[in-house]
């Protein structure tokens, strides 16, 4: 069985990124800020505040039953996927 082997480069910048892509070699080329944006992406932090600012704001208001119907399906729906995103 033939094995796979993937060689990841980081590059500082993007001029570095381009030189390393123009050698055509077979690996995944990325640079370090992108990898950062993209995990930040994944992590779920905005999603998160998000659902705490919704809570925030709903308890301010004076609670759940003030909000329209169509306030408190977007609500839970934002809840619901930040619960989701949690336990992943």
Known sequence: MAT???TIRWASNTD???RN???GLNQIE???AGAERMVKSLSGDKLTQAAHNFAAAVQQLGGAEK???AERERGNALLTKAI???QA
């Open 67 to 69: 909000l329209t119907n």
């Open 84 to 86: 989701e995103k949690y």
């Open 16 to 18: 570095e990124l381009k």
């Open 4 to 6: 796979i082997v993937n």
């Open 21 to 23: 892509l123009k050698e």
């Open 30 to 32: 990325a640079t370090r």
